[in-house]
T-cell receptor, first 117, second 115 residues
């Protein structure tokens, strides 16, 4: 079974509007972390936002916020006031377990976001 | 330079060639990673180095051979590759504190084409 599921292969949004990118995850580990990355056409993976499984509040970073619903195992990324430069591939990722060395992230298949002028 | 730097950006090699990918991080991190990104597939973790010790070898074929001479440098040595090995190879680094909030910082990747 997939550990990270992103059901939206592609999304379109008008400039200045908000958009939600979906992510659901599967783990039996009570301790885990969730990450979102942005990958422009240049190829670099850019870290956007992080949510820990024990965090009480939803994470926010500027125009990015994470709608964390633990019981539903979802961690949707919300981008407010979309900009043309937000057009990119977006990946949800998860790290399970604290005890092992290295931050082994499992990634979803990604969502291609296109912001229209 | 800052961040994570990968060279070369593009590489075309024949199946009998030997080549190496290089990664250098300037972030003071103590863990480094190789990921493979193929078209229409999620990123696949290949190798993890923590404190210069390999701690993960994710069932990667032996034609891929990593090397981590110090905490700032990571290499991926390639030999007798197959066409299906064509992909974007991403290097990353992180501060390994065995905690959750240690994001990976990625380089721009090396686009590898095996002919």
């Amino acid at each position: 079974a997939q550990k990270i599921t992103q059901t939206q292969p592609g999304m379109f949004v008008q400039e200045k509007e908000a958009v939600t990118l979906d992510c659901t995850y599967d783990t039996s580990d009570p301790s885990y972390g969730l990450f979102w990355y942005k990958q422009p056409s240049s190829g670099e993976m850019i870290f956007l936002i992080y949510q820990g499984s024990y965090d009480q509040q939803n994470a926010t970073e500027g125009r990015y916020s994470l709608n964390f619903q633990k019981a539903r195992k979802s961690a949707n990324l919300v981008i407010s006031a979309s900009q043309l430069g937000d057009s990119a591939m977006y990946f949800c990722a998860m790290r399970e377990g604290f005890e092992t060395s290295g931050s082994r992230l499992t990634f979803g298949e990604g969502t291609q976001l296109t912001v229209n002028p | 330079e800052t961040g994570v730097t990968q060279t070369p950006r593009h590489l075309v090699m024949g199946m009998t060639n030997k080549k190496s990918l290089k990664c250098e991080q300037h972030l003071g991190h103590n863990a480094m990673y190789w990921y493979k990104q193929s078209a229409k597939k999620p990123l696949e973790l290949m190798f993890v180095y923590s404190l210069e010790e390999r701690v993960e070898n994710n069932s990667v074929p032996s034609r891929f051979s990593p090397e981590c001479p110090n905490s700032s440098h990571l290499f991926l040595h390639l030999h007798t590759l197959q066409p299906e090995d064509s992909a974007l190879y991403l290097c990353a680094s992180s501060q390994d504190n065995r905690g959750h909030n240690s994001p990976l910082h990625f380089g721009n990747g090396t686009r590898l084409t095996v002919t």
